[in-house]
């Protein structure tokens, strides 16, 4: 099945910080979604996105589907953005899931 | 509108018993799907329902686990026998229809098992 690795497993930043996580996939997908998972659990929709470039306020996302890797950038960071980053994707239906990114940003 | 609801949230049982979780997904999709996420495992796909096909139940983890729908909208994953490594967050997910449609969560069971 398809295996999706996300890097860096942590990253502490400072707040208004840039940075850059990762996402790649194993085989290809037609189905690519980022997720913000919230102190109390919820996940968070971010983009769908199974090619281009999206854009939504501090936050962006690029998939290079050819490539089978996307990239989530989060620019200006704020305390509020901490949490676990996941990007999830697949071509059967369901989504396979990375084991996420956690995210601290220091005040 | 509303989104993906999801009852109890929380449950406590205890080993051996059978437990029943339920999912509202959004009005009119006509995807369903099931996930689960735990320590050891992270989130993982369980099932999921598109309209009144049969179900992909190739995620389930054992014959103690099942899920229906009815009348194409709500859905009930059921465990029978529960194990303590069944607790989890168990989520439930619903989309315009599978494979190339953006997935919306609902906010999880978390499923203790004594």
């Known amino acids: 099945g398809i295996q999706v690795e996300q890097s860096p497993p942590d990253l502490i930043l400072q707040e208004g910080a840039n940075s850059t996580l990762r996402c790649n996939f194993s085989?290809?997908?037609?189905?690519l979604q980022w997720f913000h998972q919230n102190p109390w659990g919820q996940l968070i929709n971010l983009f769908y996105i199974p090619s281009g470039t999206k854009q939504n306020g501090r936050l962006s996302a690029t998939t290079v589907a050819t490539e089978r890797y996307s990239l989530l950038y989060i620019s200006s960071s704020q305390t509020t953005d901490s949490g676990v980053y996941f990007c999830a994707g697949g071509s059967q239906g369901n989504l396979i899931f990375g084991k996420g990114t956690k995210l601290s940003v220091k005040p | 509108g509303a989104g993906v609801s999801q009852s109890p949230s929380n449950k406590v049982t205890e080993k051996g018993k059978d437990v029943e979780l339920r999912c509202d997904p959004i009005s009119g999709h006509t995807a369903l799907y099931w996930y689960r996420q735990s320590l050891g495992q992270g989130l993982e796909f369980l099932i999921y329902f598109q309209g009144n096909s049969a179900p992909d139940k190739s995620g389930l983890p054992s014959d103690r686990f099942s899920a229906e729908r009815t009348g194409g909208s709500v859905s009930t994953l059921t465990i029978q026998r529960t194990q303590q490594e069944d607790s989890a967050v168990y989520l439930c997910?619903?989309?315009?229809?599978?494979?190339?449609?953006?997935?919306?969560f609902g906010p999880g069971t978390r499923l203790t098992v004594l």
């Open positions: 085989d290809s997908v037609n189905n």
């Open positions: 997910a619903s989309s315009t229809r599978t494979g190339r449609e953006e997935q919306f």
